[in-house]
């Protein structure tokens, strides 16, 4: 019983003690709550005064910065209206000015129109007494003006003619003086350093055969080999009876150079059939290839003339295929540059330019019959292409007077192609093209007046002509032989140069009876 009051006690006790502290805890936090509250209160009241004085100098800055922007407003209304102000008074004073000059023009034009009706009149007058004056002086010299004017014009006409054909002869003598021995002592060395195969090609080529059996079987059953060959090479094979020997006709060189050694491949081997043919012709091709390398190639080594373009190389190299009248391209431009060469090492200039450009001087003519336009422009873009200098390019561009030659190298490489051209044996032409060209010359002569008669000798390279003496005197013959020179050289096409001989005589015959 005792131990149930003692625990009766303990819980009454502690009831009793959860009550007090929960009444404790709850005034506490009551107080708690009313302080914080009145800090709230307090924080609160604070804030709304720190917010009304913050809206206070907002409105204030506000009120300042409306105050300050209308003030700038003002200054610069009134600034701009100074300005315009300053800009009226000028614009007032300029048409002031314009006002007072345009008086003084209308009064200058006053005075210009009445000194131009004085000398309007004045100028009337003066042309009514040149005109009684001129006809005093007609009837005086019983000449009228224009048949005056006419002879002071043929006198004149004459003293120039006779002068200028003094200082042509007196210009010549002296060049000739000078130029002409060393001239001829530098072409003369030059063409005796110089020694070049020269090789006359044809459009054919013949190829030799063990033995006549062997030409049925070139041909072929039904002529199938002798088809097949002629449409692989693009040749003509003609088989004739010629014993032993078939001939290849056709313009390329190097199409008639692949054939013949497929050709002679062929009969070699032995086996002769479409196929077989077919790889024959790819060889022979490869193998021309190589050897238009080599010939490039070769040929820039014994001119000396290093570093071309590999593709100027190729080029140089199918000119030993090509020929000019008979002269083969390659040869011909090793030798105009050897001779160009040794006229410059003479003459002190650049040597290499000269020596390159003569040898490249006839590129264009490689490729002339695939690409339009002239060998000498075909050159000239061929070079620019594969990046040779301006100096090299200008003196292969004037060698056939295209162009104007501004270097002593340009001039050196036309010399030598002339001299390459026109030495004896160096070219050949038709019998047609060359009676043409001597019935041209003679005919240019002939078309002047006062010509008695004309003669082309030399072979063309000197013409002979005899003019009437009643026609022509001295001086004149100078002045003709000029003209008609430039009358060749532009409607002429030739090797080398021709020598224009004019001759004036003068006869007096009488017979003693």
Do not use: W
Not at 214 to 243: A, F, S, V
Not at 247 to 269: C, H, M, N, W, Y
Not at 339 to 353: H, T
Not at 471 to 479: A, F, G, I, R
């Amino acid at each position: 019983m005792e131990n149930f009051l003692k625990i009766l006690v303990a819980l009454v006790a502690a009831l009793v003690g959860c009550l007090i502290g929960y009444f404790i805890r709850k005034n506490i936090a009551e107080g708690k709550i009313n302080s914080a509250e009145e800090i709230a209160k307090k924080l609160v009241e604070e804030a709304e005064k720190d917010a009304e004085t913050t809206k206070k100098e907002i409105l204030l800055e506000a009120k300042e910065e409306v105050h300050r922007l209308r003030n700038e407003f003002e200054r610069e209304s009134r600034e701009r209206r100074n300005e315009q102000q300053r800009v009226e008074r000028r614009l007032i004073q300029k048409e002031e000015s314009l006002d007072r000059k345009s008086e003084v023009l209308e009064q200058k034009d006053d005075k210009l129109t009445k000194k131009l009706k004085d000398l309007e009149e004045r100028q009337a007058d003066i042309e009514a007494i040149y005109e009684k004056e001129t006809l005093k002086l007609e009837e005086i010299s019983g000449l009228s003006c224009e048949e005056a004017k006419d002879i002071i014009l043929n006198k004149i006409q004459k003293e120039v003619t006779h002068e200028s054909a003094m200082m042509i002869k007196d210009i010549e003598s002296k060049a000739k003086e000078t130029a002409e021995k060393k001239a001829r002592e530098i072409i003369a060395y030059s063409i005796q350093r110089c020694a070049a195969d020269h090789v006359a090609e044809t459009t054919v080529t013949v190829v030799q055969l063990p033995n006549d059996e062997m030409k049925g079987r070139i041909i072929g059953r039904e002529g199938r080999n002798i088809r097949t060959l002629e449409t692989l090479t693009g040749i003509d094979l003609i088989i004739d009876d010629t014993p032993e020997a078939v001939i290849l006709s056709g313009f390329d060189p190097i199409r008639r150079e692949t054939a013949r050694i497929a050709l002679e491949k062929l009969i070699v081997d032995g086996r002769i059939h479409p196929a077989r043919i077919e790889e024959m012709v790819d060889k022979a091709k490869r193998e021309v290839e190589t050897i238009i390398k080599e010939e490039g190639e070769q040929a820039t080594f014994e001119t000396g003339v290093h570093g071309l373009h590999p593709e100027l190389v190729k080029l140089l190299g199918r000119l030993k295929y090509r020929t000019s009248y008979g002269q083969n391209m390659l040869k011909h431009s090793m030798e105009v540059a050897y001779l160009a060469g040794i006229m410059a090492s003479e003459l002190g200039v650049d040597v290499k330019i000269a020596k390159r450009a003569g040898l490249l001087h006839d590129i264009g003519k490689a490729i002339d019959h695939e690409v339009e336009g002239t060998h000498v422009e075909i050159g000239m873009e061929l070079l620019r292409k594969y990046r040779e200098s301006k100096e090299v390019i200008h003196a292969m561009s004037t060698h056939h007077g295209d162009y104007e030659p501004q270097t002593v190298e340009a001039v050196l490489v036309t010399a030598a192609d002339a001299i390459s051209a026109a030495r004896p044996g160096a070219r050949r032409e038709t019998l047609e093209s060359y009676i043409k060209r001597l019935e041209k010359l003679e005919e240019i002569a002939n078309s002047y007046e006062g010509i008695e008669k004309s003669y082309a000798i030399q072979a063309g390279r000197e013409i002979r002509i005899l003019v009437k003496p009643e026609v022509y005197n001295d001086d004149e013959t100078v002045l003709l032989a000029r003209d008609m020179t430039k009358r060749i050289e532009s409607d002429l096409e030739y090797p080398g140069q021709i020598k224009i001989n004019i001759i004036r005589e003068t006869r007096a015959i009488e017979y003693a009876k």
